[in-house]
């Protein structure tokens, strides 16, 4: 896993955190920092990195990334991906 993959899945699992937090508290966690600092990693990389990571994170499946980063391969969307 490269330095970026690294990082957007440590913010994968901040989300995860977060969303769990909205549940039970009153005000709710703020999650716009998380999607900005999500796509600003995803900006970050490569051209000729991974198509489905890029994928994934340009429409917003966090959970389709979150998993192709632990190495388990996420159901097909309606898209074929």
């Known amino acids: 896993m490269t330095e970026t993959e690294q990082q957007i899945f440590a913010a994968l699992r901040d989300l995860d955190t977060a969303v769990a937090r909205c549940r039970t508290e009153n005000p709710p966690p703020p999650l716009l920092p998380v999607f900005e600092r999500l796509d600003a990693l995803a900006a970050q ?4 990195g991974n198509h489905d990571l890029r994928h994934y994170l340009q429409r917003k499946s966090y959970e389709k990334a979150r998993l192709w980063l632990e190495g388990v391969d996420p159901e097909k969307g309606t898209c074929g991906r």
């Open 45 to 48: 990389l490569p051209p000729g």
